[in-house]
């Protein structure tokens, strides 16, 4: 069970902006994608959660921006949960470009956990807090 989750990622060419580098939206797709992959490495992949019929929604995001990115960098967007509540979870994010280690971006996100038809929170059930490591970093 990887308490840190790691998203390898290059950045493609329709990734980037008029400014040459990638664009500060595709930072966001990149934050899901690995959230995304974290959960179902947990054993919580998309299908299980609309089995259940309750999933995760994103409250918020907080993205500060270091260092750009370019068309072909290999970045690496390292994921954690750094807390869980009863019915939401921070998760915080380190973008890093591979080769020389930049720290291009942090992050974090506030999830709630809702019950799908309804979105309505609902608790965050014992067996899918219990898939995260909580990580104090």
């Known amino acids: 069970m990887p308490a840190v989750f790691f998203h390898p990622h290059v950045v493609q060419a329709d990734e980037i902006d008029d400014l040459g580098h990638a664009n500060n939206v595709v930072y966001v ?3 899901q994608t690995a959230a995304v992959g974290h959960s179902a490495a947990q054993g919580w992949p998309g299908p299980r959660y609309r089995e ?3 999933g995760w929604v994103v409250r918020s995001h907080a993205i500060e921006y270091l260092l750009p990115a370019f068309a072909g960098d290999h970045v690496v ?4 949960v750094s807390s869980m ?3 939401t979870s921070l998760r915080r994010y ?3 470009r591979g080769g020389d280690g930049a720290l291009l971006a942090t ?3 506030n999830w709630a956990f809702v019950d799908l038809a309804t979105g309505k929170p ?4 014992p067996e899918i807090a219990a898939a995260f490591v909580v ?3």
Do not use: C, Y
């Open 135 to 137: 990580v104090q970093r």
């Open 94 to 96: 380190r973008i890093v």
């Open 107 to 109: 992050a974090e996100t």
């Open 52 to 54: 259940l019929g309750q």
């Open 122 to 125: 609902v608790r965050i059930p």
């Open 85 to 87: 509540r009863k019915v």
């Open 29 to 31: 797709a990149w934050l």
């Open 77 to 80: 967007v390292e994921t954690w």
